[in-house]
């Protein structure tokens, strides 16, 4: 089946209605009478939203990245990450306090984050070029969410979905790469003391570099490289956890130090 020009606006618009009204909407490739497998109608989805907040004034930080684990991935019957923007918006220092209605359905995951210092606009962007690209690394805490109810998603959902983002909580000592054994630092996240996630560096692709290269090529593939400053979120250590309100959550990275994603009480 053929999705038309009028379709996609109306699954964009439905995706951003559920944002701003805080009701989750039906999956998207039920609006669009589609399997949810085509991951191409799902970027087409997620560009109308990015135009679209753009020029509503929000301002584009990175991209994070999606399905990192291969189990997800077997999940949704994909065979690669997805990936979606970061407005600034989106952006909190440790222990900055949030609201849990901040993000529809929020489910938090601890994350290695890279800030670029160079552009990555070659052709094909090799390994030796994102690590020299890389200025610093962070530890993070992405809260994802989804604008599906139920978070029931195939790939389509997702993608259009902006990747399922919400909102991310970033460390503050930078870390040099050259001080990093990415695949194998280690990963707790604790909530309010009680572990909750573990994993370490070799549960994203195998190294978060190396997904970080996957997603350089697809940027310039696309035609939108990334460039000096951006924030890139590789992708999960460990499994999710819910949020609710009134959580401290923290995960403490080794080798990067910790970051806390505060979530204020319930009125």
Sequence with gaps: MTVTDDQLLAAARALRDAATSGTPCVPVRELLGVDGSDVATGYAIQEVNTAHWLAAGRRLVGRKIGLTSAAIQAQLGVDQPDYGMLYD??????AEPATAD???????????AFVLGRDLGMERPTLTDVMAAVDHALPAIEVAGSRVADWSVRILDTVA???????????????????????????????RGDPVSTGAGAACMGNPLTATVWLAR???EVGHPLREGD?????????????QAGDVLEARISG??????VFEEAP
């Design 89 to 94: 918006d989106m952006v909190y220092s440790d």
């Design 102 to 112: 901040a993000v529809l359905q929020g489910r938090a995951e601890a994350e290695v």
């Design 161 to 191: 979905d902006n990747a399922s983002s919400g909102i991310f909580f970033l460390g503050t000592r930078p870390t040099r790469l050259a001080d990093l054994d990415l695949r194998r630092c280690g990963m707790v996240m604790t909530r």
């Design 218 to 220: 697809k940027m310039v």
């Design 231 to 243: 924030i890139v979120l590789s992708g999960a250590l460990g499994p999710m956890v819910a949020v």
């Design 256 to 261: 990067l130090g910790s970051v806390r994603a």
